[in-house]
């Protein structure tokens, strides 16, 4: 089997900040997603990667920037931390064309 | 544009008795894959099941099955013989056709059983 870790699990920043999430997983999977799940409420998609160096755009890419650089790792940038922003951020993987979803513990940001 | 909507906020059931959570979907793919997932209280998410749209035969795994209605959009989990360890927040989701990776989820359904 293999696992998915998620640096850090928690984040503490600051209006404006600049802020990055990394996730690393071992399963030798081509695919890797970044998820947002506020609150009580679904997973929104942010990112997805193909394979390395590829950055799709999900849903909620705006404020966002990704890197994949390495098939193992798939970072998460919040380019300008919104104030009283919380949420948790899931990281994902799969094998391409299969579809099925492997999740990291989740970073949980808060913003002061 | 692929999108999956999840009606049901919340469901309260007995234990041991057959719970179903609703799910449905809208695609412009002729095929695509769907799938459930269960967040359990500390947060970690599991897959629990898929259906291949191209499939005609409903999914089962254990005690989970699903109830595909093609023509509806619709992909229900059926969970039988509850426990009260199935308590959790389940998601459905769904990925189009090959060649896009792209995986849409649902707001989720918030399942308790009670003893």
């Known amino acids: 089997g293999g696992i998915i870790t998620q640096t850090p699990k928690f984040l503490i920043g600051q209006e404006g900040q600049k802020l990055t999430l990394k996730c690393q997983q071992n399963?030798?999977?081509?695919?890797m997603y970044w998820y947002r799940q506020d609150s009580g409420k679904g997973l929104r998609l942010i990112y997805y990667?193909?394979?390395?160096?590829?950055?799709q755009k999900g849903d909620l890419s705006e404020g966002y920037d990704a890197s994949r650089e390495k098939k193992s790792s798939f970072s998460l940038t919040v380019t300008s931390a919104q104030k009283n922003e919380m949420a948790v951020f899931l990281c994902?993987?799969?094998?391409?064309?299969?579809?099925?979803?492997?999740f990291g513990a989740g970073t949980r940001l808060s913003v002061l | 544009a692929q999108k999956v909507t999840q009606t049901q906020t919340s469901i309260s059931v007995m234990e041991k008795t057959t719970v179903t959570m609703d799910c449905v979907y809208e695609?412009?793919?002729?095929?695509?894959?769907l799938f459930w997932y269960k967040q359990t209280a500390s947060g970690e998410i599991v897959f629990l099941i898929r259906?291949?749209?191209?499939?005609?035969e409903n999914a089962t795994v254990g005690h989970y099955s699903l109830n595909f209605q093609k023509p509806k959009s619709s992909i229900g989990l059926i969970i039988t013989a509850t426990q009260i360890e199935d308590s959790a927040v389940y998601f459905c989701?769904?990925?189009?056709?090959?060649?896009?990776?792209?995986?849409?989820f649902g707001a989720g359904t918030k399942l308790t059983i009670k003893p």
């Open positions: 259906q291949d749209s191209y499939k005609k």
């Open positions: 695609t412009q793919d002729s095929s695509y894959f």
């Open positions: 989701a769904m990925r189009a056709n090959y060649g896009n990776e792209k995986i849409t």
């Open positions: 399963f030798n999977h081509d695919t």
């Open positions: 994902a993987s799969s094998i391409l064309g299969q579809g099925t979803l492997y």
């Open positions: 990667s193909i394979t390395e160096n590829d950055l």
